[in-house]
């Protein structure tokens, strides 16, 4: 662990000695908070008499197929399937197995290519490449190394400002290529026995790898970024992109330089398997890096982890000496041809010869693209009235969207109050239990059937939370029924309310005096107090016109 924690560099070291072990944050006075900003670019402020510093972000992104089997084999692909239970001869590198190219991974990522604004290439090929892990039983990969199925995209992403969701800019990244390869297996480290074990179920797994130009200068545009690529990947159905069962993984390649000169040298921080880490890793190798500099050290190019428990980057290996990868073209895999009327095929012998079972169809995967996010979040503005920035949030939390339509649905309230309900009520009861969408125990039925009380003035609003807080609870009692058995319908003897209204006035002296001095803003104080006396029973519009009808008289 010392050896590791040496990369932090300089006196992170000994400040990580000092911490027990840990890998600290720099001290408070030097500390720089790595921001972006609506102009493009982020600038840290250098030492006095130091010139200011340019972070430099760029991605590579393997996003796992979403296919019933393997990308050269008929493996069945399952997540947390019984260790290598899910293993041919192919992926296990048997002598004698050739690999049978998967249609459906080359429909996704075409599929991809054109939803990232890509070019198709005309003709594409499969590589080798070699390395050495025990995770990797052929001892080498098979991927797009040299030209790839689709280049030269580009992804529009948007980010808030200042952390206000009211103030939002859209950035673009490019997308430089997307490139079929299969994935390793996995192995599974044994502390108490103090060995390794390897699991081939997903050696062989189709990827896909997303590399994006450096032309992001922070973590919250980097996972944004990557935010919004999930969500075309869920949307195309190309990949499931559930991070945290590996589905969508990501390296992050981070330098500084000073504006004016080359970029600096760049690390990579590898296997990011959350979008919230990787804002916290680029960012703190931003930190470690201008830190770095700033103290007289210098950057290695090296292969670095994100530490999620102690926050910080640890080293891996240096990539000091370029690795030869001894790439050559994979002879068991013909090339992917495109042709001029837009369908690209395995060239197996004689084009005419092809059969039809070998072509994808580009034209076809075209017009069958679904909406991808920006427009659904454009059309949800649109037909519902809501604010830009209410479309980011329903889209972000899966299921959310659908859960708001079918609200929507079945309510006489308008979808800009709905709106509020969901976002404020139904989601910080979600995320405070820490459930997902689907998992809430109020339905859209439930929550329409509740705000359809409120939009017809049986219950105020405090009584609508009340209730609200018992149908979270799930004992299958309906909006109705909670009303009838707390007593929660609204006072509808007006005598009543005014005679509440009138030992109220009577009992605020003060109050009183203020209002009729002109302080209307007091008379909110009134209300709630009203709303107090009635235990949330009484329309807060209609107290208002009784006491101020009162305070008149």
């Known amino acids: 662990m010392a050896a590791a ?85 192919f992926d296990a590198s048997l002598p004698g197995t050739l690999p049978v190219l998967n249609r459906r991974c080359v429909e996704a990522a075409v599929m991809t290519g054109l939803a990232l604004n890509c070019s198709i290439n005309k003709k594409s090929l499969f590589d080798r490449k070699h390395y050495f892990y025990a995770d990797l039983p052929a001892g080498y990969q098979i991927t797009q190394q040299r030209v790839p199925i689709a280049v030269n995209g580009r992804l529009s992403y948007s980010l808030c400002i200042d952390n206000k969701m009211s103030q939002m800019v859209t950035k673009t990244v490019r997308i430089k290529q997307i490139q079929l390869e299969q994935d390793s297996g996995k192995s599974l480290h044994d502390d108490t026995r103090s060995q390794t074990l390897v699991d081939l179920n997903r050696a062989g797994v189709g990827l896909m790898e997303v590399v994006m130009e450096p032309d992001m200068c922070c973590g919250e545009e980097a996972a944004a970024a990557v935010r919004e690529l999930q969500l075309i990947l869920q949307t195309l159905g190309s990949s499931q992109a559930v991070m945290a069962e590996g ?134 503005v649109e037909q519902y009235g809501i604010l830009p920035e209410h479309s980011f949030t329903l889209l972000n939390e899966d299921g959310l969207t659908e859960f708001f339509e079918n609200v929507v649905k079945q309510t006489q309230m308008k979808p800009k109050k709905v709106i509020g309900w969901i976002l404020n009520d139904l989601l910080s009861y979600l995320k405070q239990h820490s459930l997902t969408v689907k998992e809430s125990p109020v339905s859209p039925f439930l929550l329409a059937d509740l705000l359809n009380l409120l939009e017809k003035k049986e219950i105020s609003s405090t009584a609508a939370k009340q209730v609200l807080a018992e149908l979270w609870k799930g004992e299958g009692k309906t909006a109705l029924e909670i009303v009838k058995e707390k007593e929660l319908e609204l006072i509808q003897d007006q005598k009543e309310l005014e005679q509440i209204c009138q030992a109220v006035i009577d009992g605020q002296e003060n109050e009183v005096m203020a209002i009729k001095a002109g302080n209307q803003k007091v008379l909110n104080k009134l209300i709630g107090l009203v709303q107090r006396e009635t235990q949330g029973r009484s329309n807060p519009v209609l107290v208002k016109q009784l006491l101020e009808k009162k305070l008149s008289e």
């Open 5 to 89: 924690a040496r990369g932090c560099g300089g006196v992170w070291y000994r400040a990580w000695q000092r911490g027990g072990g840990r890998c600290p944050a720099p001290a408070p006075r030097r500390q720089r908070v790595v921001s972006c900003n609506a102009r493009g670019g982020a600038v840290l402020a250098g030492k006095s008499g130091i010139a200011p510093w340019v972070p430099v972000v760029g991605l590579e992104i393997h996003a796992q197929i979403s296919s019933n089997s393997k990308l050269f084999s008929g493996s069945q692909v399952q997540f947390a399937a019984p260790p290598n239970s899910l293993v041919s001869f």
């Open 247 to 380: 589905q969508l993984r990501v390296d992050a390649n981070v330098s500084v330089h000073h504006p004016g000169e080359p970029y600096g040298v760049r690390t990579e921080v590898k296997n990011i398997n959350s979008i919230r880490f990787l804002a916290k890793a680029v960012d703190y190798e931003i930190q470690r890096q201008t830190e770095e500099l700033e103290n007289g050290g210098t950057i290695l190019n090296e292969t670095r982890a994100f530490d999620s428990k102690l926050g910080c980057t640890v080293p891996m290996r240096d990539k000091e000496g370029k690795q030869d990868y001894r790439g050559w073209h994979e002879a068991y895999l013909t090339r992917l041809i495109g042709k001029k009327q837009k369908k690209i095929h395995e060239n197996v012998g004689k084009t005419a010869n092809t059969n039809h079972q070998q072509v994808v169809n580009i034209d076809w995967i075209h017009e069958r693209l679904p909406d991808l996010p920006s427009v659904k979040r454009a059309k949800l």
